[in-house]
T-cell receptor
Framework: DSGVTQTPKHLITATGQRVTLRCSPR?????VYWYQQSLDQGLQFLIQ???????AKGNILERFSAQQFPDLHSELNLSSLELGDSALYFC?????????????FGPGTRLTVT | GENVEQHPSTLSVQEGDSAVIKCTYS??????FPWYKQELGKRPQLIIDIRSNVGEKKDQRIAVTLNKTAKHFSLHITETQPEDSAVYFC???????????????FGKGTKLSVKP
């Protein structure tokens, strides 16, 4: 158990819908990262937050947005869902940005869009 | 931007043999290279990493080598055991303009099967 929690574990929804994925980082970690893992694209970095502020952006679609709240939990919002959005979404956390600090991954949320 | 290629996509070895997974990266400014292991249905976990000022790093049965000139790095697992069976991902951390650290760019993974 990495100490990072994600809810829900599984999510099944229809195309066009909107969902929110939630992540609670390890105690003491200020940085949160979101990744998308699909069979054909592997692990893709989406976005990073540090202490409530957006720190870095990767291949995140405009239909997706995220935020980190004052209590440091983070939410990833996916809207106008398409079949291709079906994937495993991981959240990771670290004490701070940078490679001196290991990223600990949560268990993931499996999203299925039908 | 950075691009990380990983080979092979699948690898099957006999228990006790060695396994080697290779990655190449495109951005010569990348300076940090972690390896993650992901068992079926579980989260990725960091198993070893190397920074660009080091050529080799070893931790028990696993080692990573880095060739900055050729822009490739490799994971070596010796004396493989069935519990080594998993998907292994390499990654490279980019460096932003101005020198700040960028994101981790992952390879597409290698599925390692160790047959008893």
């Amino acid at each position: 158990d990495s100490g990072v929690t994600q809810t829900p574990k599984h999510l099944i929804t229809a195309t066009g819908q909107r969902v929110t994925l939630r992540c609670s980082p390890r105690s003491g970690d200020l940085s949160v990262y979101w990744y998308q893992q699909s069979l054909d694209q592997g692990l893709q970095f989406l976005i990073q937050y540090y202490n409530g502020e957006e720190r870095a952006k990767g291949n995140i679609l405009e239909r997706f947005s995220a935020q980190q709240f004052p209590d440091l939990h983070s939410e990833l919002n996916l809207s106008s869902l398409e079949l291709g959005d079906s994937a495993l979404y991981f959240c990771a956390s670290s004490v701070a940005p940078g490679d001196l600090y290991e990223q600990y991954f949560g268990p993931g949320t499996r999203l299925t869009v039908t | 931007g950075e691009n990380v290629e990983q080979h092979p996509s699948t690898l099957s070895v006999q228990e006790g043999d060695s396994a080697v997974i290779k990655c190449t990266y495109s951005d010569s400014a990348s300076n940090y290279f972690p390896w993650y292991k992901q068992e079926l249905g579980k989260r990725p976990q960091l198993i070893i990493d190397i920074r660009s000022n080091v050529g080799e790093k070893k931790d028990q049965r696993i080692a990573v080598t880095l060739n900055k000139t050729a822009k490739h790095f490799s994971l070596h697992i010796t004396e493989t055991q069935p519990e080594d069976s998993a998907v292994y991902f390499c990654a490279a951390r980019t460096v932003n303009y101005g020198g700040s650290q960028g994101n981790l760019i992952f390879g597409k993974g290698t599925k390692l099967s160790v047959k008893p």
